[in-house]
């Protein structure tokens, strides 16, 4: 074998090497991103929605040996595991380390709720011999993707008497679906002239939910008639209990192995649940006390700028630490202060098919591990933190010592658009924080691609800084 000439070695010494993950990983180690990516794939599926995911981890963290935070209890010994549970769409997760809380805590903060389509207040409606629903959609959607797809309806609703009934239909083999109509491409001149943000308004939106009337010729509406005694027989419901609804459209999809390797996982709501999953069960896995105290967030409302008392631009993760400092006799300013944090949010991988709006430099992609991105924003940086180079270089540190797969990146070419996530509010609490996070295809899409090694290294991320 030729000896390696001086370049080959200062391209080694210098170069920023990019690897991917399949030449990094042992076969042992691919395995367990396999099987890992098993339970992400069941759980992606059962958990649609911002309260489907918020309930789910709730059951797991009891059967995980988490109890209700007390605050105005004891002081937490070290191991204790404690959960607040916000409104039925947030949860904070919490172990407690060795040290005591004003050293800092280690937090990391995904968000649960995704992109869709949402029920307006008055949703039930009749024309044309169909029944329809009118909706308001939730986060940022190209609204044409949403059109002649099958469709699900989660959420719940909540009558005077204080009761409520949680409905789920569409996910079962056997039940119906719903969609949204689209115009045939042989009358479809005038839509294709629109703009493209305009091929599908947001009022074109309406989801088909029946058409045949109910049998009693001296009505009129009565295609809505029947649908609404339906919903009466089966849940207990009249129309105006859809005024204190929280009803969501979300893809009926299935979650897929992609490819002929099985390499890629097809499914909706990767953003950001498979970042949240991965959060979830790096908790989960410390089984002893942690040096730092262990913080999961996973919080709602990131798709829509964060705001709502469920959302991380109020103020619910502050009021428990600042608890949790009390307990121990300290000021919760300087727990946050001395606190480091991972804000667990996706990046876009880089799509060769789209490769105009990425600077291949400063993009991630796919199979290259999980993607550390220093800052989002739009327009000079605008929405964002921007971490500082010390935060980089301990997270960057910490992950390459602990065999951890990572990459940066950046959303996109500047001025190509841009986006945010919850870093920013965490940072207002004087926090460090950065973005850590999977890179997917297709992201905001009914349906998006994401890496199965990517995900797993996701997890060895968060299991790593909770740890060390």
């Known amino acids: 074998m030729s000896e390696k000439t001086k370049a080959q070695e200062l391209k080694e010494l210098l170069f920023n090497k990019k690897e991917n993950g399949v030449d990094f990983m042992s076969e042992e180690e691919l395995k367990a991103c396999d099987d890992f990516c098993e339970g992400y794939k069941k759980f992606l599926f059962e958990n649609k929605t911002e309260r489907e995911f918020a309930k789910s981890a709730l059951e797991l963290a009891r059967k995980n040996g988490f109890t209700e935070f007390d605050k105005f209890g004891d002081e937490l010994k070290a191991g204790s595991k404690v959960y607040y549970f916000n409104r039925g769409k947030a949860i904070i997760l919490c ?6 809380v004003k050293d800092g805590v280690r937090i990391s903060a995904a968000h649960i709720d995704s992109p869709r389509i949402d029920l307006k207040q008055c949703p039930v409606y009749e024309d ?3 029944g329809f629903f009118k909706t308001h959609y939730y986060g940022g959607i190209k609204k044409y993707q949403w059109t002649a797809i099958p469709l699900s309806l989660h959420g719940r609703i909540c009558k005077n008497d204080g009761s409520y009934v949680d409905i789920k ?5 056997g039940e119906p679906k719903f969609c949204i109509t689209d115009i045939l491409p042989h009358l479809g001149a005038e839509q294709m002239a629109r703009k493209a943000n305009e091929i599908v308004k947001g009022e ?6 029946g058409s045949r009337p109910f ?14 005694n339906i919903l009466y027989e089966k849940y207990g419901i009249v129309e105006r209990d859809f005024l204190s609804a929280e009803l969501e ?3 009926a999809f299935t979650v897929d192995d992609i490819g002929f390797d099985r390499s890629l996982i097809g499914g909706y709501g990767h953003d950001d649940r498979v970042c949240s999953y991965p959060a979830m069960q790096a908790i989960f896995a410390l089984d002893t006390a942690p040096e730092y105290t262990a913080i999961t967030v996973l919080t709602d409302k990131e798709e829509t700028g964060s705001d709502g008392n469920t959302g991380l631009n109020s103020s619910y993760l502050k009021y428990f630490i600042e608890d949790l400092a009390r307990l121990e006799g300290c000021e919760g300013r300087d727990v946050l202060s001395n606190s480091k944090c991972l804000s667990a949010d996706v990046n876009a991988a880089f799509d060769p098919t789209w490769p105009t709006q990425f ?3 400063n993009a991630s992609f796919i199979n290259e591990g999980v993607v550390v991105t220093k800052f989002t924003g739009a327009r000079g940086k605008s929405g964002t933190s921007d971490a500082s180079a010390e935060y980089v270089s301990f997270v960057k540190n910490l992950l390459e010592s602990n065999g951890v797969l990572w990459q940066s990146g950046e959303l996109g070419k500047v001025d190509a658009g841009g986006g945010g ?7 207002n609490l004087d926090v460090d924080v950065i973005d850590v996070g999977v890179p997917v295809l297709s992201m905001h899409s009914p349906y998006e691609i994401v890496s199965k090694i990517d995900t797993y290294m996701a997890y060895k991320a968060f299991v790593t800084f909770f740890a060390k």
Do not use: F, H, Q
Request: no cysteine; hydrophobic share 40%; charged share 30%.
């Open 204 to 209: 074109e939106l309406n989801v088909v939910i």
């Open 128 to 130: 044309g011999s169909l």
């Open 95 to 100: 172990v407690k380390g060795t040290r005591p």
């Open 359 to 361: 600077e291949k430099n």
């Open 169 to 173: 239909v569409g996910e079962e083999p």
């Open 421 to 427: 996530t919850v870093a920013m509010y965490i940072a």
């Open 249 to 251: 459209l979300v893809p």
């Open 215 to 228: 049998k009693d010729d001296k009505e009129s509406e009565k295609i809505k008639l029947n649908i609404l």
